[in-house]
């Protein structure tokens, strides 16, 4: 069992900063894939970043160059810095986290861009 508890998300301004965290905690111990996904009202739950245990990174097209993903294993944390916001960036976003076998989600936090 894993346990995925997401926070520092709020409201901002276009063109301002949030940086969400994502605690980890039970059987994390394997090789994983830790992500964040959103989710925005009468759409689908998209991957906006991820990052393997190794370090790799991956993001949508629609954040590169604006977020950045990042993890402490030795703190079992993980990160999503967002600058340069927008509205179409409002969402909930979600924590999750995946091995080989099973996948687990956090509650998510509500991010709101205002115009």
């Known amino acids: 069992q894993v346990q995925l508890v997401e926070s520092g998300g709020g409201l901002v301004q276009a063109g301002g900063s949030l940086r969400l965290s994502c605690a980890a905690s039970?059987?994390?111990?394997?090789?994983?894939?830790m992500g964040w996904y959103r989710q925005a009202p009468g759409k689908q739950r998209e991957l906006v970043a991820s990052?393997?245990?190794?370090?790799?990174?991956n993001y949508a097209d629609s954040v590169k160059g604006r977020f950045t993903i990042s993890r402490d294993n030795a703190k079992n944390l993980m990160y999503l810095q967002m600058n340069s916001l927008k509205p179409e960036d409002t969402a909930v976003y979600y924590c999750n986290w995946r091995d080989s076998r099973l996948m687990y989600w956090g509650q998510g936090t509500q991010v709101t861009v205002s115009s």
């Open positions: 039970g059987n994390i111990f394997s090789i994983n894939v």
């Open positions: 990052i393997t245990s190794g370090g790799g990174t």
